[in-house]
């Protein structure tokens, strides 16, 4: 697991030099760290790594089976939660766990500063996690409404058309 001082410093200096809504790579890293519990709502970020994790099992190349559907993040994960859940959101194509090696601009000139714990707090502002909560409640009615509709004759063939018309696209948008 990557220290938190250097997940900080790194999406820091990203931020300052732009390049994290152009590289995909440097995306993913400025995400996991915005979704630190330090500076995300932790209401809103577990409505978010519920959502993901339903949202993910519905994509999956399976057929879909409705009744067992819940939208919760998985138990078990190979990284961390934050990690996951920027995996899913960017699109991001690399492995997991992430490679957390320094490249290009992220690469320090000359020797190391001391560390100074607290330091990243006047950089790093708090994450805004806008309709996550919102958008679970209503994929939970979702389902739920689906899971009725197969309980009854002929609903499991309806809902099976239905299951196969969802799409599911995030977006991330800078501030």
Do not use: C
């Not at 939970?140 to 099976?160: C, E, H, I, P, W």
């Amino acid at each position: 697991m990557v220290e938190r001082n250097e997940m900080r410093y790194q999406y820091i200096k990203l931020m300052k030099s732009g390049k994290s809504l152009k590289d995909i790579r440097a995306l993913m890293r400025s995400t996991t760290t915005a979704l630190d519990d330090e500076y995300t709502n932790k209401a809103e970020k577990k409505s978010l790594t519920d959502l993901v994790g339903g949202l993910e099992y519905l994509t999956r190349a399976r057929a879909i089976d409705v009744m067992r559907l819940r939208f919760k993040a998985p138990n078990t994960l190979s990284t961390s939660r934050e990690e996951w859940t920027a995996n899913y959101i960017t699109n991001y194509k690399g492995s997991l766990p992430h490679n957390w090696v320094r490249y290009g601009n992220l690469i320090r000139k000359g020797k190391p500063n001391p560390p100074r714990p607290g330091t990243s707090k006047r950089h790093i502002g708090k994450t805004t996690i806008i309709g996550a909560s919102k958008v679970l409640r209503d994929a939970n009615a979702l389902v739920a409404s689906l899971q009725n509709l197969v309980k009854t004759r002929n609903g499991k063939k309806q809902a099976t058309q239905l299951a196969k018309q969802i799409k599911v696209l995030t977006t991330v948008t800078p501030n």
